[in-house]
């Protein structure tokens, strides 16, 4: 890719847990991710206030600029996520909300992001995966609908996702089709 313009991507992990699957998924992406891509992992989600326009009205606290800032720079957005409840984890969506203002404008309008991930069971999160998609396309995000990957956690046996080969050759197609969709 020389002489071309790095791209960027935004990771959003849907689980705080340092140790969890989805961690080490994300992680994987950014190992993995070919020359001229740079994916980044947005490390503080947890710090993100619940959404509250009283708040945004007030004016947004710092760890709410600073997602809008990292969603702006992005040129796409990877979201690698759980499935809690069969839904979409609580921390996520709530980024997704403070990502959606102010509304018709958010950072991530129009921009090209897929919804990736693990959980327990045979489905690997997808009911987790549609939901999230839902709200990101509602928020204004370009959806990637065809990009997919639900990784069911017993499938990994324990291992650490690069042990597995399969796995990795998916995330790497992902990653690819995702910059693909980058205009």
């Not at 992990?13 to 991710?33: F, I, K, M, T």
């Not at 980024?95 to 069971?121: C, H, M, N, Q, T």
């Amino acid at each position: 890719m020389s002489g071309m313009t790095e791209i960027n991507i935004l990771v959003l992990v849907g689980s705080l847990r340092a140790a969890s699957v989805n961690r080490q998924l994300a992680e994987l992406a950014v190992e993995s991710a070919p020359d001229g891509i740079v994916l980044a992992i947005y490390p503080t989600l947890g710090e993100l206030p619940f959404y509250d326009e009283d708040v945004e009205d007030a004016g947004a606290p710092a760890a709410v600029r600073d997602l809008w800032a990292a969603a702006a720079a992005a040129d796409a957005t990877l979201v690698v996520t759980p499935e809690y409840n069969g839904s979409t984890p609580g921390v996520l969506k709530n980024a997704i909300d403070w990502l959606s203002r102010p509304p018709y404008e958010g950072p991530i309008k129009g921009k090209p992001v897929a919804v990736i991930g693990a959980a327990l069971g045979r489905y690997g999160g997808a009911w987790a995966h549609d939901e999230t998609r839902k709200s990101l396309g509602i928020a204004g995000a370009d959806v990637i609908d065809s990009i997919t990957l639900s990784v069911p956690i017993g499938s990994l046996g324990g291992a650490h996702p690069r042990e597995s080969a399969e796995v990795s050759a998916k995330l790497r197609e992902v990653v690819e089709k995702l910059v693909a969709e980058v205009g």
